[in-house]
């Protein structure tokens, strides 16, 4: 009986050949744009319709209306009530669903292509005629405000809201938690849902991935669509900032927490920045993987916790770069002192040679695993609209991250990771981990 060799493992094989779909692009008298990627080895179609209708563009007293106007979109039209449209979706096999952001709504359908017309019909009665029944509305915002009310005993999402508020300044949205306040949402009617998917419901983009033609596609959605004309109002202005360049350490007293929820970060570039690559590259071998620097240092070496992940939060606007984990009250400290470490060393002395290559083969290894669906390939030519990427971003992908060098990501970590402007964030026991904190010497601490 032979024996495998479990010390030696096997070496990776070669790169396969990945080619992103081509797309055709035209844009309809009534100003909706349609993006058609024909994928034929199935006889299935998935559908976008992107609006930017998002809570980016909302005022702090309106936060949450968007997410809450998509959530009830579902719920019934002046046809058909929320159960009908239900049964309509279920008679012709077709799935929707409705996701909104800070960049705008996504309206999503998937069926069989024989059944396109009719789900297409389906989809474009949810959005132009509208009802937001009274009963769905109630229940959506309770829903909502119980969410809210849900995310302020979580200490993981307690922790992600405190970073947002310390990263971002006063007035910018993304200081914000997405789905608003309890007081903002508390204070919406069913009047303030028509009334903006009256003004923002316009026509944006649809994106169509599966196994129909683009001059098929075109025709029909030129008829369903027919008579929905308009513009959104103005986007909102303004540069995303922070609150301080000082760096500082901000705890949320839980009184006997035994485990504290650390947040790490500060503001970073947007989505179309030319960094993107060599920042993806970068954020791969500092916590964007298993095998990262401070997974191997806080999970392996240290035993601090089961996990530590960094990412840069890109969005249209700007967003921000972020470390964040969990560990135990007592080594909280040591946690904190290990992640600035990290920071710290790499921006000082960047990366290695291995490390840009195991990443990069890595990412250029995965993307098309993420791309083995329509769904897939619909989600990632939404993004070429959402944040106004170039037309080839996907196609040239992992040949921009292949050519990706030890100097760039080195200059991209020193550019854009910024340690002696971190905000650290920490959920726990103020009584056990400030003195502990303090005695680091990272900077102020402050707790509330």
């Known amino acids: 009986m032979s024996r495998f060799d479990r010390s030696d493992p096997p070496g990776a094989g070669p790169m396969r050949v990945f080619d992103f779909p081509d797309v055709d692009v035209t844009r309809l008298a009534t100003g909706l744009e349609v993006r058609v990627a024909r994928l034929s080895r199935l006889p299935v ?3 976008n319709l992107f609006m930017p209708a998002g809570e980016f563009e909302l005022d702090p007293d309106r936060a949450g209306l968007s997410v809450l106007t998509g959530d009830v979109l579902e719920g019934g039209t002046r046809k058909r009530s929320g159960a009908e449209l239900d049964e309509a979706l279920e008679s012709v096999g077709a799935r929707m669903g409705v996701s909104t952001g800070w960049e705008g709504t996504n309206v999503s359908i998937s069926c069989l292509a024989d059944r396109l017309p009719a789900a ?12 937001f029944p009274e009963e769905e509305f109630a229940r959506a915002r309770d829903q909502s405000l119980a969410a809210i009310r849900q995310r302020a005993m979580d200490p993981s999402a307690l922790a992600s809201d405190q970073a947002s508020m310390r990263y971002f300044a006063p007035g910018v949205p993304y200081a914000r938690p997405l789905g608003g306040t309890v007081e903002s949402v508390s204070a919406l009617g069913r009047d303030d849902l028509r009334g903006y998917a009256d003004a923002w419901y316009r026509p944006g983009t649809l994106v169509v991935v599966g196994d129909i033609d683009s001059g098929e596609m075109e025709e029909m959605a030129a008829g369903v669509f027919s008579g929905w004309e308009g513009v959104s109002p103005p986007r909102r202005d303004g540069d995303i900032v922070p609150p301080t360049r000082e760096r500082k350490i901000h705890v949320v007293d839980l009184p006997g927490a035994v485990q504290s929820e650390i947040r790490v970060g500060h503001v970073t570039v947007g989505r179309s920045h030319p960094d993107v690559f060599s920042l993806v590259v970068a954020n791969t071998l500092l916590g964007g993987a298993f095998t990262s620097r401070l997974n191997l240092n806080l999970r392996e070496r240290n035993g601090f916790t089961y996990g530590v992940r960094s990412r840069f939060n890109m969005r249209n606007r700007g967003g921000c770069f972020e470390v964040s984990t969990a560990v135990g009250a007592e080594v909280t400290d040591a946690a904190v002192r290990e992640i600035m470490t990290e920071l710290e060393t790499l921006v000082r002395e960047g990366p290695t040679e291995e490390e840009v290559r195991a990443s990069r083969d890595y990412v250029a290894g995965v993307f098309p695993l993420q791309l083995e669906t329509a769904g897939q390939v619909a989600s990632r030519m939404t993004e070429v609209v959402v944040y ?3 037309e080839d971003y996907h196609r040239t992908y992992r040949d921009r991250i292949r050519g990706v ?6 200059r991209a970590v020193g550019g854009h990771v910024r340690p002696g402007e971190a905000q650290i964030v920490v959920v726990g026991n103020a009584e056990e981990i400030v003195p502990r904190l303090e005695a680091l010497g990272l900077g102020p601490v402050e707790v509330g």
Do not use: F, R
């Open 45 to 47: 179609v998935s559908v």
């Open 120 to 131: 297409l019909e389906i989809l474009a009665e949810a959005v132009l005629e509208p009802d």
């Open 388 to 390: 106004g990427l170039p």
């Open 405 to 410: 060098t030890v100097d760039d990501a080195a």
